[in-house]
């Protein structure tokens, strides 16, 4: 099945959504305010998890992620991540998200196209309803199709809280524990698809049980496991960050689960960067992520961590080079190999990436 035409201002959900919000609108005049020179330039980067999308007040393609990745860092290729913008605006409503992957994949393909461009979209996560269970599988075929080879796994909506000042965004309570989400898991498998998982600290439970239910299919926790600083959170940050920490240690034994450093600037974690004066500096950023970013690297091991930018949600908070500058603070005590691998190598290997140096 084709992906049909795109709508290319409907609906949007997860961080995209969120980001629609007063909350992540973007200000670059704020953001000038905190430039700041780029650390260890030469250091090669795969961006592990980033968006596009044409939003009402909320626009940011191409030219922009081009603009962001010609700040100073050494960005050679990205990963693009499940934003639900773009979907087909015809067809059957199970199909419709292919035309986000079939978006993404022009993007890549234009991108391949120009030997002066990072390969921009060299992997796409793209998005499956998990209640299809096995009836998944046409879906999962018809966004290899649309993906053009590029298509390494997908990602659902499935962070979810009871507390409305938490949960904005409609999505469905325990949805990665259902014998749906599991018949989908066996699916990719097969497939050789990896699965994006998104949630709050609260239900890193549920990625628990689906990865021992699943040991092989590999699983992508995505920003660091979300610990929650914002509405009944605010004030129980050691709290949190004890119950996430046990969490993670015990993910971390999992080798099929790897993770995704970064996503910590949005508004669910609570340090309100985007409502400061000034933007934060990359020492900021990073003293302020080290007990998470390092606890994840001590637990998993550079070979099963990657580091992405979450723009342009994260672009609330702060800028692309500070950002990237804080997670090199950050990798500071890692050996060569461990930052190539935090870096460069993880992702690459996660998603399939053949990339070669010299032109990516």
């Known amino acids: 099945m084709g992906a049909g035409s795109t709508n290319q201002s409907d609906h949007a959900s997860g961080e995209g959504a969120a980001s629609a ?21 030469d250091l090669k980067i795969v961006d592990a998890h980033h968006h596009l999308w044409d939003m ?5 393609l191409l030219r922009d992620y081009l603009d962001d990745l010609a700040s100073g860092h050494t960005v050679l290729a990205s990963v693009y991540v499940q934003s639900g913008t773009m979907m087909a605006s015809e067809g059957p409503e199970d199909f419709r998200s292919v035309g986000e992957t079939a978006f993404a994949a022009s993007i890549a393909q234009e991108c391949d196209g120009n030997r002066n ?3 921009v979209c060299a992997a796409i996560v793209g998005s499956v309803d998990l209640n299809l269970g096995s009836r998944a599988a046409p879906v999962l075929e018809a966004h290899v199709e649309a993906a053009q ?6 990602r659902c909506l499935t962070h979810w809280h009871e507390d409305p000042v938490i949960h904005r965004i409609h999505t469905t309570a325990g949805l990665l524990s259902t014998s749906g989400t599991r018949d989908v898991a066996r699916l990719l498998e097969q497939m050789g698809l990896v699965l994006d998982i998104w949630v709050y600290h609260t239900q890193l439970d549920e990625v628990i049980d689906l990865a021992r239910a699943c040991p092989g299919l590999t699983i992508v926790l995505n920003h660091a496991g979300t610990p929650l600083g914002c509405g009944p959170y605010a004030d129980r940050r050691e709290e949190v960050r004890r119950l996430w920490q046990e969490k993670i240690a015990t993910l971390a034994e999992m080798p099929n689960v790897f993770v995704k450093l970064g996503g910590l600037a949005m508004r669910f ?15 900021t950023l990073a003293a302020t992520w080290a007990p998470y970013i390092l606890e994840c690297i001590e637990r998993f091991g550079s070979s099963r961590c990657m580091f992405e930018s979450n723009f342009p949600v994260d672009k609330a908070s702060c800028s692309y080079p500070t950002l990237w500058n804080a997670y090199k603070r950050l990798a500071g005590g890692a050996s060569p190999s461990e930052r190539s691998a935090l870096f460069f190598d993880t992702a690459a290997s996660v998603y399939q990436l053949q990339l070669n140096a010299e032109r990516c």
Do not use: M
């Open 269 to 283: 974690s609570g340090f309100a960067f985007d409502r400061r004066p000034e933007p934060p500096s990359s020492e």
């Open 56 to 60: 009402p007040g909320n626009r940011y």
């Open 149 to 154: 080879g590029r298509l390494r796994g997908v």
């Open 117 to 119: 461009l990072p390969r």
């Open 21 to 41: 919000t007063a909350l992540h609108q973007i200000r670059q005049d704020w953001l000038d305010k905190g430039r700041e020179p780029v650390i260890d330039p």
